[in-house]
């Protein structure tokens, strides 16, 4: 059974920086995809950022130039380094994992709130 744990969220001023960490129970080298999205109150989910298994990156246009993910995939690790941070930015931030093929499956961590207040 795949599990995601995030952690890092809390509560920041703006202008400051959190770093996210996702830990996966499995290998992510396999792993297609990974992302991080984000929901905030009466909102939608939204993709924040996400990584592919070759290493290639998006970001939502909200976040460009401010955020950045990485993984380590000898720790299984997801990380998402959130600098600049905005009151727009607050949200309960999720880990998700995708991978395709005969065994493949798409999870969810827990999430982690994120609160950007003076």
Do not use: H
């Amino acid at each position: 059974q795949v599990q995601l744990v995030e952690s890092g969220g809390g509560l920041v001023q703006p202008g400051g920086s959190l770093r996210l960490s996702c830990a996966a129970s499995v290998s992510i080298v396999s792993i297609t995809v990974m992302g991080w999205y984000r929901q905030a109150p009466g909102k939608q989910r939204e993709l924040v950022s996400s990584i592919s298994s070759g290493g290639t990156t998006r970001y939502a246009d909200s976040v460009k130039g401010r955020f950045t993910i990485s993984k380590d995939n000898a720790k299984n690790t997801l990380d998402l380094q959130m600098n600049s941070l905005k009151p727009k930015d607050t949200a309960v931030y999720y880990c998700n994992a995708v991978r395709y093929g005969n065994v493949g499956f798409d999870r969810w961590g827990q999430g982690t709130q994120v609160t950007v207040s003076s």
